[in-house]
């Protein structure tokens, strides 16, 4: 007959080895995101915006 607690802790620290990782890389992605440069944002000159689709593509 298996083990089920062994096999129970098994997945247990598997599963929180995955959420550490997980954890590390959204930590480095905020990082990231907060060190970067703004954009450079800018209007369009004279009013020329392209025209509002209404959130429909044409």
Do not use: V
């Not at 550490?20 to 995101?33: D, G, K, S, V």
């Not at 060190?35 to 004279?46: H, I, N, T, V, Y």
């Amino acid at each position: 007959m298996p083990d089920y607690r062994e096999l129970y802790f098994k997945l247990f620290r598997a599963t929180a080895d995955a959420i550490e990782i997980l954890e590390a890389a959204q930590q480095e992605c905020e990082e990231l995101y907060i060190s970067a440069e703004e954009p450079k944002l800018s209007l369009f000159p004279g009013g020329n915006a392209p025209p509002d689709t209404g959130g429909r593509e044409k």
